[in-house]
T-cell receptor, first 115, second 112 residues
Framework: DAGVIQSPRHEVTEMGQEVTLRCKPI?????LFWYRQTMMRGLELLIY????????DSGMPEDRFSAKMPNASFSTLKIQPSEPRDSAVYFC?????????????FGPGTRLLVL | GESVGLHLPTLSVQEGDNSIINCAYS??????FIWYKQESGKGPQFIID?????DKRQGQRVTVLLNKTVKHLSLQIAATQPGDSAVYFC???????????FGTGTRLQVFP
């Protein structure tokens, strides 16, 4: 199994530009999570989906952030417009009923730098 | 990768010694308590978990202890190896949710 796949691995953009982060969960996993990691705030859950449906988006910072999961094998996290304070590492994770909700498999992350 | 803060608590141990990493949690109603390991440049990796109705669970070279009275969780690593060097996060899952709430992390450094 390839594990959770994220793209791009690195993204450098200018303030005001739109940023789209992509995630492919592990095949057969029905829960998908988006996290953000910064020095100041640590690892924060932004949003999670069960069976492609958003369940909890209370961690999404503001309206500039949006996430979609059009099918079981793909999700996007979009920031529009981006700001320097959005600079962070963004992780996607997935889990399945078989492995249990406590066992989440994380991707390698996307390191985002907004200038 | 950016997996740690500049001011993370750090535990330095000699190779072969046992390590104990501690964590305080806040939510008494959490179902599960979990330890994750994050190596530089990688995403967190599940190590071991414990249900809220247990006080001890053992894995391969790792043991997790849960003290609900004082809301304390610990991870013990036996015979620590250089490959154990990483940042370790405790996490909890509140009841009726799939949300992982992470602690701030502890950096473990293993020296020869």
């Amino acid at each position: 199994d390839a594990g959770v796949i994220q793209s791009p691995r690195h993204e450098v953009t200018e303030m005001g530009q739109e940023v789209t982060l992509r995630c492919k969960p592990i095949s057969g996993h029905n829960s998908l999570f988006w996290y953000r990691q910064t020095m100041m705030r640590g690892l924060e859950l932004l949003i999670y989906f069960n069976n492609n449906v958003p369940i909890d988006d209370s961690g999404m910072p503001e309206d500039r952030f949006s996430a979609k999961m059009p099918n079981a094998s793909f999700s996007t996290l979009k920031i529009q417009p981006s700001e320097p304070r959005d600079s962070a590492v963004y992780f996607c994770a997935s889990s399945s009923p078989d492995s249990g909700r406590e066992t989440q498999y994380f991707g390698p992350g996307t390191r985002l730098l907004v200038l | 990768g950016e997996s740690v803060g500049l001011h993370l608590p750090t535990l330095s141990v000699q190779e072969g010694d046992n390590s104990i990493i501690n964590c305080a949690y806040s939510n008494s109603a959490s179902d599960y308590f979990i330890w994750y390991k994050q190596e530089s440049g990688k995403g967190p990796q599940f190590i071991i978990d414990i249900r809220s109705n247990m006080d001890k669970r053992q894995g391969q070279r790792v043991t997790v202890l849960l003290n609900k009275t004082v809301k304390h969780l610990s991870l013990q690593i036996a015979a620590t190896q250089p490959g154990d060097s990483a940042v370790y996060f405790c996490a909890e899952i509140p009841q009726w949710t799939d949300k992982l709430i992470f602690g701030t992390g502890t950096r473990l450094q293993v020296f020869p």
